[in-house]
């Protein structure tokens, strides 16, 4: 069974339960030993301690966020991770493989090392769900949308959350992720893949579902077994207790979603890959249906072995 709690001797703490930096730990080495990928819930409360061990003492030379512009603009306050890692839009060529980033604006930094921000909630996905919001709220919707354009607000995505999102369950959005996401899941690998982003850091918001979807895939393609990866992901649960008040506030208060988007429950994970075994072939299939390729996939396993 896989146990990443790390040590931060300079921090006194174990980083799977450090406040600041929530469900925080190893995904994969390189062939010496050497660290290369770490998972985390959001970055948004980091202090300058552990801003500082993550870059002088992990060596950390990339993050990788899998939320949206929208979702970061909402939350970048904390100034102490700027000092440190720019921010940068990814804008993705699927047809080409390739990826283009813009720098955020909005946010002056004048760090060298990255911090792509990859929106998993693609036009497609958003279009999926709001497809599956009941007739009596389709209206609605269309009105929020206009008053969200005209005044930068987020009310359908509240609304779509609550009425589509929610009922579909943890289960529903892994299966909606895998079939409307699968430009962001090929980047996502491709940006990992990268041998100058490595070490890297890769979170989304509890760090456990977009998050806890890549690491699987990175995971599997090591040669882990499923039953170690499900173990792996349900770490989250227990590394998230020290935020789950204020995720509460967040995840059910401000979206209207159900408890169960609170937890890391082995049966979610475990049905993202029952279906991707039942319509794809297994999991090399279809990350080559999502456009990272067989040679992408086998570079990646040489770089990295799987964490013991």
Not at 42 to 61: A, F, G, P, Q, V
Not at 284 to 298: A, D, K, M, V
Request: proline share 3%; hydrophobic share 40%; charged share 25%.
């Amino acid at each position: 069974m896989f146990t990443f709690a790390t040590e931060a001797s300079d921090l006194g703490i174990r980083f799977g339960m450090a406040e600041d930096i929530p469900n925080f730990r190893k995904v994969a080495n390189a062939a010496d030993g050497t660290p290369l990928i770490y998972r985390s819930s959001k970055l948004d409360w980091i202090t300058d301690s552990s801003i500082k061990y993550l870059s002088n003492e992990l060596k950390i030379k990339a993050v990788l966020d899998m939320r949206s512009k929208g979702e970061y603009m909402m939350v970048h306050k904390n100034r102490t991770i700027l000092d440190y890692f720019k921010p940068y839009e990814i804008k993705i060529n699927s047809k080409l493989r390739k990826y283009d980033k813009a720098p955020i604006t909005a946010t002056a930094s004048s760090a060298s090392r990255p911090r792509f921000f990859l929106n998993f909630f693609t036009r497609e996905l958003s279009l999926a769900y709001f497809s599956l919001l009941p007739y009596r709220f389709m209206a609605l919707g269309f009105a929020l949308l206009i008053v969200d354009l005209l005044f930068r607000s987020r009310h359908l995505e509240r609304l779509v959350m609550w009425k589509a999102v929610a009922p579909k369950g943890l289960k529903g959005l892994y299966i909606m992720y895998a079939e409307y996401s699968k430009p962001c899941i090929a980047t996502a690998l491709r940006i990992i893949n990268t041998e100058e982003h490595l070490p890297i850091v890769i979170n989304c918001s509890q760090g456990k579902d977009r998050t806890g979807i890549i690491s699987a895939l990175v995971q599997y393609l090591q040669g882990c077994s499923l039953e170690n990866i499900l173990d792996e992901y349900e770490e989250s649960e227990e590394y998230l207790k020290c935020i789950r008040a204020d995720l509460y506030k967040e995840v059910i208060t401000g979206l209207g979603l159900t408890e169960e988007f609170l937890y890391a429950r082995k049966s979610y994970l475990k049905c993202f890959f029952i279906y991707l075994e039942e319509k794809y072939g297994g999991v090399e299939n279809y990350l080559e249906n999502c456009g990272f390729s067989r040679i992408e996939q086998q570079t990646l396993r040489d770089r990295m072995q799987k964490v013991d």
